[in-house]
């Protein structure tokens, strides 16, 4: 769990300090607009949120009336959670009290007309790389088509006629047992349609990732859904534009960023990233993070000179949504799991692309050239020098 020291969430702590014309102008200026369009919760799926000690919150992204198409309404869910048995426990004991909590989420979701779910990173895992251990963290890897978290996912995306993007870590038996960070996509009638493995790895403080497994070999795909066209940018890679750009050019309408990320490294970035994908893309993104303190039996060094530690920081949740005209929904909390609902209107990312020509002005050509010339060990930057 979370230290008491933890602040509960840090859009709550502004509503509660601001009011009125205040409250109004500070919600215009930091979410894009001033109320947030908050949908009432389901009593009987609020009490359900309640007793099972999640946090619930549901907004609406209205796009405008059109003349010549009818709206195009999707309720995308996402849900960020902690772990649910101690990290010393038997891995199939610790992989099914996630499923046991996580069913309950996914039956919120279903129960309130969530049609696209996305979970966070490594969701069926102790989020364990930071150790460098290979043993028993490897056990968690699982075949994409039939895993253990596959199969028990297939069963929920045929229960309620729902898209499931389940982030696990793989293992790939044709390819010599390898293993990838992979996002795994679930239609309504419980098949897998595809996957897409991670594209950029960290190499940063305790984000041992490569010592796992290397940087993905799946492109940019854009699963293409009864509900719209979904892509997945995982992690690390919100940090490379070029990376949200790619699933942007590929067609996407909603990109899910499912991540494992702490306090005291990126929190500062967290409410940037996802955001200005959105709006430099005209698409909708979800930042999605776990929440927690994960503790692990043996210690481990961070290569800082610092003392070793047990534990790998606080994953701070704060799961968001962004529009394609950059507003925003206020994040779930920072130490309870969650579930955060968007009622979207797809029809959004072709109004906005007309409002502000983005994807017309963004000179691919211009860019294409000068990257093939950049990539070439010859090359010589653009300099103008003061002789």
Same mark, same amino acid.
């Given at each position: 769990?979370?230290?008491?020291?933890?602040? #509960?969430?840090?859009?709550?702590?502004?509503?509660?300090?601001?009011?009125?014309?205040?409250?109004?102008?500070?919600?215009?200026?930091?979410?894009?607009?001033?109320?947030?369009?908050?949908?009432?919760?389901?009593?009987?799926?609020?009490?359900?949120?309640?007793?099972?000690?999640?946090?619930?919150?549901?907004?609406?992204?209205?796009?405008?009336?059109?003349?010549?198409?009818?709206?195009?309404?999707?309720?995308?869910?996402?849900?960020?959670?902690?772990?649910?048995?101690?990290?010393?426990?038997?891995? #199939?004991?610790?992989?099914?009290?996630?499923? &046991?909590?996580?069913?309950?989420?996914?039956?919120?979701?279903?129960?309130?007309?969530?049609?696209?779910?996305?979970?966070?990173?490594? %969701?069926?895992?102790?989020?364990?790389?930071?150790?460098?251990?290979?043993?028993?963290?490897?056990?968690?890897?699982?075949?994409?088509?039939? =895993?253990?978290?596959?199969?028990?996912?297939?069963?929920?995306?045929?229960?309620?006629?729902? #898209?499931?993007?389940?982030?696990?870590?793989?293992?790939?038996?044709?390819?010599?047992?390898?293993? %990838?960070?992979?996002?795994?996509?679930?239609?309504?009638? =419980?098949?897998?349609?595809?996957?897409?493995?991670?594209?950029?790895?960290?190499?940063?403080?305790?984000?041992?990732?490569?010592?796992?497994?290397?940087?993905?070999?799946?492109?940019?795909?854009?699963?293409?859904?009864?509900?719209?066209?979904?892509?997945?940018?995982?992690?690390? =890679?919100?940090?490379?534009?070029?990376? %949200?750009?790619?699933?942007?050019?590929?067609?996407?309408?909603? #990109?899910?960023?499912?991540?494992?990320?702490?306090?005291?490294?990126?929190?500062?970035?967290?409410?940037?990233?996802?955001?200005?994908?959105?709006?430099?893309?005209?698409?909708?993104?979800?930042?999605?993070?776990?929440?927690?303190?994960?503790?692990?039996?043996?210690?481990?060094?961070?290569? &800082?000179?610092?003392?070793?530690?047990?534990?790998?920081?606080?994953?701070?949740?704060?799961?968001?949504?962004?529009?394609?005209? =950059?507003?925003?929904?206020?994040?779930?909390?920072?130490?309870?799991?969650?579930?955060?609902?968007?009622?979207?209107?797809?029809?959004?990312?072709?109004?906005?692309?007309?409002? %502000?020509?983005?994807?017309?002005?963004?000179?691919?050509?211009?860019?294409?050239?000068?990257?093939?010339?950049?990539?070439?060990?010859?090359?010589?930057?653009?300099?103008?020098?003061?002789?």
């Amino acid at each position: 769990m979370a230290a008491s020291t933890e602040i #509960v969430s840090l859009d709550q702590l502004i509503a509660s300090s601001l009011s009125g014309h205040d409250l109004r102008e500070f919600n215009r200026i930091h979410y894009g607009r001033t109320h947030h369009h908050a949908i009432e919760i389901v009593s009987t799926v609020q009490r359900f949120a309640d007793d099972n000690g999640f946090e619930i919150a549901a907004y609406d992204f209205p796009a405008k009336q059109e003349e010549t198409r009818n709206p195009r309404l999707v309720k995308v869910g996402v849900i960020q959670h902690s772990i649910a048995a101690p990290t010393d426990k038997p891995i #199939v004991v610790q992989r099914e009290a996630i499923f &046991d909590k996580i069913r309950k989420l996914i039956d919120a979701a279903g129960q309130a007309g969530v049609n696209v779910l996305c979970l966070q990173e490594a %969701w069926s895992m102790p989020f364990a790389f930071c150790t460098r251990e290979k043993q028993p963290w490897c056990e968690f890897a699982e075949s994409a088509n039939d =895993g253990p978290s596959t199969q028990f996912l297939k069963e929920l995306a045929l229960k309620y006629k729902m #898209v499931i993007v389940s982030p696990i870590l793989e293992r790939d038996e044709i390819h010599g047992e390898t293993i %990838w960070n992979t996002a795994v996509v679930i239609n309504e009638f =419980g098949k897998v349609i595809g996957k897409h493995r991670k594209n950029h790895i960290p190499r940063v403080g305790d984000f041992n990732e490569s010592t796992y497994y290397f940087e993905g070999n799946t492109g940019h795909p854009v699963f293409e859904t009864k509900y719209g066209r979904i892509a997945i940018n995982i992690c690390y =890679g919100r940090h490379h534009p070029q990376n %949200w750009l790619m699933f942007g050019i590929n067609g996407a309408e909603m #990109v899910f960023n499912p991540s494992a990320t702490v306090a005291g490294l990126s929190e500062h970035l967290w409410c940037v990233e996802a955001r200005n994908a959105a709006i430099a893309n005209s698409y909708f993104t979800f930042a999605i993070n776990r929440v927690g303190t994960e503790h692990f039996p043996n210690e481990f060094t961070s290569g &800082d000179g610092k003392p070793a530690h047990k534990e790998f920081g606080h994953f701070y949740g704060s799961s968001y949504a962004t529009a394609p005209d =950059g507003a925003r929904t206020p994040g779930l909390s920072r130490v309870r799991d969650g579930l955060l609902i968007a009622q979207i209107d797809l029809n959004m990312c072709r109004q906005i692309k007309d409002k %502000w020509g983005f994807t017309m002005t963004q000179r691919l050509d211009l860019y294409a050239d000068s990257l093939s010339k950049a990539v070439k060990h010859d090359y010589k930057p653009q300099i103008i020098r003061n002789n």
